[in-house]
């Protein structure tokens, strides 16, 4: 089985950048993708941001692209979101995922003034 925690959200400026980070934990190995995900408010189903696969391959949801990069550290088993231009309608749990169906248990992301 595989573990992610998330971390680096928190409060941040409209026009702002942050990076979250997602370290992986326990069969590695088997992973074979990664990805980040956002739900908006309670209730509302998570919405895909990015991904990246073993191999290096990053996909974009088309109205992030751009302004959300994922990268990661296979080093440190730990895959990143860098987001930025951060708008009010940004704020959200981010959750990281891996092979689409492990979650780790999200951070929250607010963007205000």
């Known amino acids: 089985q595989v573990q992610l925690v998330e971390s680096w959200g928190g409060l941040v400026q409209p026009g702002g950048s942050l990076r979250l980070s997602c370290a992986a934990s326990g069969k590695i190995s088997s992973v074979y993708a990664m990805g980040w995900y956002r739900r908006q408010a309670p209730g509302k189903q998570r919405e895909f941001i990015a991904?990246?696969?073993?191999?290096?391959?990053?996909n974009y949801a088309d109205s992030l692209k751009g302004r959300f990069t994922i990268s990661r550290d296979t080093a440190k088993n730990t895959v990143y979101l860098q987001m930025s231009s951060l708008q009010p309608e940004d704020t959200a749990v981010y959750y990281c995922n891996a092979n689409y169906a492990v979650w780790g248990q999200g951070t929250q992301v607010t963007v205000s003034s």
């Open positions: 991904s990246i696969s073993s191999g290096g391959v990053t």
